[in-house]
Nanobody
Framework: QVQLVESGGGLVQPGGSLRLSCAAS????????IGWFRQAPGKEREGVSC????????YYADSVKGRFTISRDNAKNTVYLQMNSLKPEDTAVYYC????????????????WGQGTQVTVSS
């Protein structure tokens, strides 16, 4: 059974850091481009970052560039999202997913999704 499980979310103060994990089971992650998305209440799902399977190339939304870093550990079948200098506007449920093809920031181009992990940035 193909499954993605996100973890690492929580409550953090502005300026703090969190590292999210996206662990795969039932398939090998290193064959896939993996994206991170987030969705805040009342807003559309937004592409945050993506990492390529072939060459490790990374992509970021302008809103997180310089603060977030995506990486992968194929031995652990896991993709990470290191989030630094967090802001209240980063508050959302964060999801990882496997990219089928097309634009990395378009959620319609993804198939398998995790259940999400809540990130709340507040003082």
């Amino acid at each position: 059974q193909v499954q993605l499980v996100e973890s690492g979310g929580g409550l953090v103060q502005p300026g703090g850091s969190l590292r999210l994990s996206c662990a795969a089971s039932g398939f090998t992650l290193d064959y896939y481009n993996i994206g991170w998305f987030r969705q805040a209440p009342g807003k559309e799902r937004e592409g945050v970052s993506c990492i390529s399977s072939s060459d490790g190339r990374t992509y970021y939304a302008d809103s997180v560039k310089g603060r977030f870093t995506i990486s992968r550990d194929n031995a652990k079948n896991t993709v990470y999202l290191q989030m630094n200098s967090l802001k209240p506007e980063d508050t959302a449920v964060y999801y990882c997913a496997t990219l089928i093809s097309g634009m990395w920031y378009d959620p319609n181009e993804y198939d398998h999704w995790g259940q999400g992990t809540q990130v709340t940035v507040s003082s």
